[in-house]
């Protein structure tokens, strides 16, 4: 009899388990998660300068601080990329990116976050406007950041708008990434040339 109870009990237990697992939701699968590269060496060759650089945080609305990939539907409207994210907030990748791009530049040494170089000659602010898939008549990855080169006390030695735009092949996540990297490539390398450009000149007038 006890036998009977047990294997009872037993069987119960190993149906109800069996019925919770079959009423879990079936999980979807992870997304794929992508990062922003740096620039190669090879586009950024130019004379080396002897000062210091602070990159600082990136300055940049809610719509941008996340790890959502943007799309602008319609003039004002944003909504989020559904087949991938990025791997850190956009604006983290984009600094990262962007300091690992001078430094691989080899023509500064002293360069990074604050945290990195607490007290630098110059300091690169900036904006991030836009990091967005414009699906408005169109498919493309569109870039827009605002720099400024200041002594980190309020004063500008020189500030630029940059806005790069890159078609987008299909709707594909593979595809909106290549024309992301491709938007960031040609960014990245115009802010490292001119912040690069400008503060040697600023330098140079003491």
């Not at 719509?63 to 559904?82: H, N, Q």
Request: include cysteine; hydrophobic fraction near 45%; glycine fraction near 8%.
């Amino acid at each position: 009899m006890m036998k009977q109870i047990v294997r009872s009990v037993v069987f119960g237990l190993a149906f109800f388990a069996s019925g919770c697992v079959s009423l879990l939701p079936e999980t979807s699968p992870p997304k794929p998660r992508y990062h922003i590269s740096a620039v190669t060496a090879d586009a950024l060759a130019g004379a080396p300068v002897d000062w210091s650089l602070v990159v600082e945080d990136p300055h940049t609305t809610r719509v941008y601080d996340t790890t959502r990939i943007a799309v602008s539907t319609a003039p004002g409207k944003i909504e989020y990329f559904s087949g991938a994210e990025w791997a850190d907030r956009a604006p983290r990748l984009f600094q990262t990116a962007l300091v690992q791009s001078l430094e691989d530049s080899g023509r500064i040494i002293a360069v990074g976050d604050s945290s990195v170089v607490p007290v630098g000659d110059f300091i690169l602010q900036s904006d991030l406007r836009g990091i967005q898939l414009d699906v408005r008549g169109g498919r493309a990855a569109s870039v827009s950041i605002y720099v400024r080169l200041t002594d980190g006390k309020g004063k500008i030695y020189a500030a630029q708008l940059f806005e790069i735009s890159a078609p987008a092949s299909s709707d594909g996540a593979d595809d909106v990434i290549a024309a992301f990297d491709s938007a960031f490539a040609s960014t990245i390398a115009g802010i490292v040339n001119w912040a690069l450009n400008e503060g040697e000149a600023a330098a140079s007038k003491g």
